[in-house]
């Protein structure tokens, strides 16, 4: 049971152009999204968050949407670079209750390659 | 402030044997997870501490699994005996005891079982 999904396993983007990754999630007890960067040998990097009572949450170049209704988010990098060539994974967590307080879900991943 | 520490960094075992991971938190932070990474897929959580007990560890192969953290500090996780598909990276993360559910995350062991 994928309780997040990362449908694309891989984005190519031009350097200077916008990437939209794009995550889904099926339960509705999620109510705070997060976004890791994982360069390879090194573990996850936060990048940003969004609790639900949000729509949208921007930190410099990184946007995260979210969309409830449709249980959605994305994240927009604009504008991109090579540095960011990377995995992006999104997660989500129920914040409140039970014994699995803060425990994050991860997707699969996608591969985003920024071209110079 | 010092990251998660974590080692060895890469281990090569034979099947049935056993190989132990450290991890050492973030100072202060009183929840310490412990997570399985398959090539190709997201980190799957094993085993949650909150401090020195177990939160949660619905997802750990109790049979070959173990892990502890004793002093509700540093932690290690085991696997004893070890199968070709325990080849995997395994994380270590942290976080502060209340705020939001951000995680902090170890580089990580890449245990390849031959």
């Known amino acids: 049971d994928q309780q997040v999904k990362q449908n694309s396993p891989s984005l190519s983007v031009q350097e200077g152009r916008i990437s939209i990754l794009n995550c889904d999630y099926t339960?509705?007890?999620?109510?705070?999204f997060l976004w890791y960067k994982k360069y390879p040998a090194e573990g996850p990097t936060f990048l940003i968050s969004?609790?639900?009572?949000?729509d949208k949450n921007e930190d410099g170049r990184f946007t995260v949407f979210l969309n409830k209704s449709a249980k959605h988010l994305s994240l927009h990098i604009v504008p991109s670079q090579p540095g960011d060539s990377a995995v992006y994974f999104c997660a989500a967590s129920a914040r409140a209750g039970g014994t699995s307080y803060g425990k994050l879900t991860f997707g699969q991943g996608t591969i985003l390659t920024v071209h110079p | 402030e010092a990251g998660v520490a974590q080692s060895p960094r890469y281990k090569i075992i034979e099947k049935r044997q056993s190989v132990a991971f450290w991890c050492n938190p973030i100072?202060?932070?009183?929840?310490l997870y412990w997570y399985q990474q398959i090539l190709g897929q997201g980190p799957k959580l094993l085993i949650q501490f909150q401090n020195n007990g177990v939160v949660d560890d619905s997802q750990l192969p109790k049979d070959r699994f173990s892990a502890e953290r004793l002093k509700g500090v540093d932690s290690t996780l085991k696997i004893q005996p070890a199968k070709l598909e325990d080849s995997a990276v395994y994380l270590c993360?942290?976080?502060?005891?209340?705020?939001?559910?951000?995680?902090?995350f170890g580089p990580g062991t890449r245990l390849t079982v031959t």
């Open positions: 993360a942290s976080r502060r005891l209340a705020g939001p559910s951000v995680q902090y």
């Open positions: 339960n509705s007890m999620f109510d705070y």
């Open positions: 100072s202060g932070h009183a929840t």
């Open positions: 969004i609790s639900s009572i949000k």
